[in-house]
């Protein structure tokens, strides 16, 4: 049975800052929950998912962030405690919503969206800082600093939320969602929910239930009543706390992971008696009477924090407006260099903040440290860049738009965005992807270059996106294209899952989140009914993969759709053996020489194949190869032999 | 022969990208990398040998000495003769009806492979086979029957050896002999590799026969195809034909009769390449055969080598082919054509590389170009 549903308060569980968050969510009561994958959210959604119908609640994979925060606004409208969670990309998404809930206010029951953040990007696009939405759109935000924070704020900002009805807002980082520690449990509720949407809230002013964001001024004023009823709760919740002596000569303000980081930096530098930290986990509105007594204690201020100054120029902004101190303190941080404005921090660039305020020499380790480590690892761990798996529908689906794109000649390229086929930007899709930025913007990107021709532009545009990110994102840019007659050829790599985050379901796999059966979007029948031509191809039949993509090249007159469809390997494999026994005739391998080059294990690079510098020939390797037998397609000798199994 | 440290980058460098590539096919479909597709040699990714690259050293437009080929070919110095080296010129057709029907002019080309393949002196034919659009394709035939369905003149410039390129690949280690078809500048990559045998290809020796086609300029495949589609209904057409000056017509047989175009509008559709083109008729293979101008169902046959020669004993011995004597105005006529191909080549280079003295791809000692330019 998972770990979170355990019914055993008081006892310790191993979790996952995203596990604890779902505990936190069973423990408030939750009954409903939406998302759309994105790491390191996905895992949030994926576990409640797994005990929803023990515990008696509804989770769902939405269709995209807007959508899931929609839906669970639903939910509240209904009475029901609802969570929506995603990641910093998806906050775009859903702003639009986001603004306008805020305005209308939530139902009666508690709205809670928990965002987890990426600092330097490690499984995104960009390392965006979600913390100013709040501070933007007037909502409530905390932070957790460890993982039974994560499971106490979640269950507390439901009361919060409740309490002033607003949405309120959750915000995590990468090593606080997936780092795990030990959590102590508390109680599940034992509750029978009814929903339903209350049609007169108020006997006495027996107007309609409306939830909308006007008259806006009167509400925004209101909104900003209720922070300031958030503040006060904030000045006294525990999650705000100071650790170090009553007046260090240096004070660290801090939040999330990197009040850890600060607490490691403190112990190593042995500076317990010097330097105080104030960790913070109310960060908007800000809790003034906290900082007020706290930045008192020191004249110097360090702030520490992932990834952008949010804290450090609020707290600058506050200390500005109101004069509480006799004397400013000196601010360090990212405003003065001293911590980076960008990506993820760690103990030792802590430790080099505070070495350089306080003019220490601190050397953790030899110089010489590094590069020996690095000379180390270098001759155990091969360099490898980042690559599709082998047996990847993806790799056999840009070879086939290469060679398409060559054979044209008309300098074709392909415009993309973010999933496992973001890849093809680098040597594992043969640098087709030239374009990468949110879900489903290549389509949009695409739509703009099709149009071009008045200006002379004659180059192809084929834009890719995954099955998941076509029902995310790709549908209206398909609309505006059949709309406005745009040329360009829509490729859906259709791997039948959401694979860069976990292989989720979505509207195309007839499954739900909780694992019901359902009824399949299918794409095809979508877009032959808003007038796309469609072809659907077997990325594996390279020739006839190929040759489609040539003839939709080819054509005029609005998009065309390819969809490129076989199941993700990973997916596949779980199910079924290899279809093929895969190995190379030596004999046939020319390698080297002129006639081959090295095609597959310099080209084509799937990691199932080596090259033998020894005997000058290719190989396969049996332990990694997956059967799928594209390489010997792609051999120009045919010493690439593919048995069925 | 002289062997190359040079790339496909220096082939695009000195040849596709300079107008000189005549689409031979030679530098295609060998290698995973260089591929004719739709009129062009398309990279499909980058070969990094710098050294002895084939596509670079068989491409009858990189450095040829017409010298050392003719000593490698004929065992004799290049004569520099109009016709190039010639046993004999004679006038032919085909001894069956039949061939004679479907054919360009007297069938001889269809005899000879038919005769070929039927005594077994090869066991295959590549040639020429036209598609549904009239844009031709490299072709391989087996059969008397496949043979047959290859007649009639395309002139259309074909990938010809990008067809030996990969049935090279698919027979490296059989004993499959061929023979093939080739226009001149297909009969001179030929003629390099009979020089300085490929690596990894089939066995050049097995190449047994070949036969030379006349050519005086071939049209850009997928060019011409787009504008005949617009001209007349591709399905209707029989054959092409340009009749001899001073008709400057190119006629399109079709099942409504005959279409013809002024060789003017044909123009510009020709190869760029084939200005630059000495050879009008395939001096450098076994057997050339064209047209007998002005005699209509007749061929004019050029035997050049001992195994042509030995062959064309055959089929007129077992009377395959009916013999005649050219005339000699014919002669004449076709020896000063072959010259005003050469000496308009080159002015062509000439003018091309700037350079009196630089011919560019082509070696000829300053004796052997004085005989033509004279």
Not at chain 1, 406 to 427: E, N, Q, W
Not at chain 1, 621 to 634: L, P, Q, R, T
Request: neutral net charge.
């Amino acid at each position: 049975m998972p770990t979170i549903t355990t019914d055993a308060p008081g006892t310790n569980q191993l979790l996952i800052g995203n596990e604890a968050i779902a505990r936190g969510a069973l423990e408030a009561g939750i009954g409903f929950a939406a998302a759309y994958p994105g790491t390191p959210s996905s895992e949030i959604i994926g576990t409640l998912a797994q005990v929803a119908k023990d515990m008696g609640i509804y989770v769902e994979w939405s269709v995209n962030e807007i959508v899931a925060l929609e839906a669970a606004a639903g939910a509240s409208f209904a009475g029901i405690r609802a969570l929506a969670a995603m990641k910093q990309n998806g906050v775009n998404v859903a702003c639009d919503f986001l603004a306008n809930l805020v305005m209308s206010g939530i139902g009666r029951a508690g709205l809670v969206l928990v965002v987890c953040d990426d600092p330097s990007a490690i499984s995104s696009s960009n390392e965006q800082d979600t913390r100013y939405v709040a501070k933007w759109l007037d909502i409530p935000l905390v932070e957790p600093g460890d993982f039974q924070e994560a499971k106490e704020m979640t269950k507390w900002l439901f009361d919060l939320s409740e309490e002033l009805g607003t949405i309120c807002l959750l915000r995590s980082v990468t090593r606080i969602a997936h780092a795990r520690g030990n959590v102590k449990l508390g109680e599940l509720p034992k509750i029978t929910r009814k929903a339903y949407f209350d049609q007169i809230q108020d006997i006495r002013n027996p107007m309609p239930t409306k939830y909308i964001p006007v008259p806006s001024p009167v509400r925004h004023f209101f909104q900003h009543a209720r922070l300031n009823r958030a503040r006060e709760k904030f000045e006294s919740a525990p999650f705000n706390r100071y650790v170090g002596p009553p007046s260090p000569d240096l004070l660290i303000v801090t939040c999330g992971s990197c009040w850890l980081y600060s607490l490691d930096a403190v112990r190593a530098l042995q500076l317990e008696d010097r330097v105080g930290i104030l960790k913070l986990g109310t960060l908007w509105p800000l809790p003034e009477k906290v900082l007020e007594e706290n930045l008192a204690r020191a004249r110097k201020i360090l702030f520490v924090e992932e990834i952008d100054p949010f804290i450090e120029q609020s707290v600058m902004e506050f200390v500005a407006g109101a004069p509480f101190l006799d004397r400013l303190p000196v601010f360090y941080g990212k405003r003065s260099g001293h911590v980076n404005a960008y990506g993820e921090l760690n103990p030792d660039m802590v430790i080099k903040a505070i070495s350089n305020i306080l003019e220490l020499t601190y050397q953790p380790r030899p110089l010489e440290y590094t590069s020996e480590a690095e000379s180390f690892r270098k001759s155990h761990v091969p360099e490898r860049s980042m690559t599709f798996c082998p047996g990847c529908p993806h790799r056999a689906t840009f070879w086939a738009i290469k060679n398409a794109l060559k054979l044209d000649g008309r300098g074709g390229f392909v415009t993309g965005d973010i999933g496992c086929y973001s890849m093809a930007i680098g040597p594992a899709g043969f640098l087709q992807v030239r374009t990468m930025h949110c879900m489903g913007a290549g389509v949009g990107i695409a739509n703009g270059l099709g149009k071009l021709d008045q200006f002379g532009f004659e180059q192809p545009v084929l834009a890719v996106v995954g099955d998941s990110t076509f029902y995310h994102a790709a549908i209206p840019a398909l609309i505006n294209g059949i709309y406005n007659r745009s040329n360009f050829v829509l490729v859906i790599l259709d791997n039948s899952a959401t694979a860069m985050t976990g292989f989720q379901p979505h509207p195309g796999t007839g499954m739900t989140a909780m694992g019901e059966s359902t009824n399949v979007v299918s794409m095809e029948a979508l877009c032959q009914a808003l007038g796309a031509r469609v072809q659907v191809c077997d990325p594996f039949d390279l020739k006839s993969a190929t040759a489609t993509l040539l003839e939709m090249m080819a054509e005029d007159g609005g998009p065309k759709v390819v969809i490129m469809r076989r199941e993700c390997e990973l997916v596949r494999s779980k199910k079924e053996a290899a279809p093929y026994k895969v190995y190379v005739d030596q004999e046939k391998c020319i390698g080297e020489c002129c006639g081959c080059d090295r095609l597959c294990t310099r080209v084509f690079l799937c990691p199932g194949l080596i090259w033998d510098r020894k005997s000058g020939k290719a190989k396969i390797d049996d332990v990694i190869c997956a059967g799928c037998g594209v390489c010997a397609d792609i051999c120009p000798r045919g010493a690439i032999i593919k048995e069925a199994r | 022969m002289i062997v190359y440290t040079k790339s496909w980058q220096d082939l695009f460098a000195e040849v596709i990208e300079t107008a000189l590539c005549t689409l031979c096919g030679a530098c295609s479909g060998f290698c995973p990398y260089l591929t004719y597709y739709r009129g062009r040699i398309a990279v499909l990714d980058n070969c990094t040998r710098t050294n002895e690259a084939q596509c670079y050293q068989y491409c009858p437009r990189t450095y040829i000495d017409l010298d050392t080929l003719s000593r490698a070919i004929f065992l004799s110095p290049y004569s520099a003769e109009p016709l190039g080296h010639a046993k004999a010129v004679v006038m032919a057709r085909s001894a069956d009806t039949k061939v004679r029907a479907g054919a360009q002019y007297g069938g001889v080309v269809t005899t000879i492979l038919s005769f070929a393949l039927q005594k077994r002196l090869v066991d295959a034919v590549l040639l020429v086979r036209t598609l549904w659009d009239k844009t031709p394709q490299p072709f391989v035939a087996r059969t008397t029957d496949d043979v047959m369905q290859c007649m009639g003149s395309n002139y259309m410039a074909c990938p010809l050896l990008h067809g030996y390129n990969q049935f090279s690949k698919e027979h490296i280690s059989g004993d499959c002999r061929l023979a093939i078809v080739a226009t001149p500048c297909q009969v001179l990559s030929v003629a390099k590799m009979k020089s300085r045998p490929p690596q990894n290809k089939l066995n050049i020796a097995n190449v047994k026969l070949v036969i030379g086609l006349f050519c005086t300029w071939a049209l850009i495949p997928d060019r011409f195809s787009s504008f005949l589609r617009k001209a007349v209904n591709l399905a209707d057409v029989i054959k092409f034909d340009v009749p001899p000056p001073p008709a400057n017509r190119f006629d399109i047989y079709t099942k409504s009769g005959r279409i013809s175009l002024p060789l003017e509008q044909i123009r510009e559709f020709t190869m760029p390449a084939c200005a630059y083109c000495t050879d009008m008729t395939s001096e450098f293979a076994d057997i050339s055969v064209g047209a007998a101008e002005g005699i209509e169902g007749w061929n004019t046959v050029v035997i050049r080598s001992e195994a042509g020669d030995e062959l064309w004993q055959r089929l007129t011995t077992e009377k395959k082919v009916e013999v005649g004597e050219l005339p000699s105005s014919n002669l004449e006529h076709l020896q000063a054509a072959a010259m005003l191909k050469k000496k308009r080549a080159i002015t062509e280079l000439t003018r091309k590389s700037g350079d009196q003295g630089n011919l560019l791809y082509l070696g000829l000692s300053p004796e052997l170009l004085g005989k033509w330019v004279a």
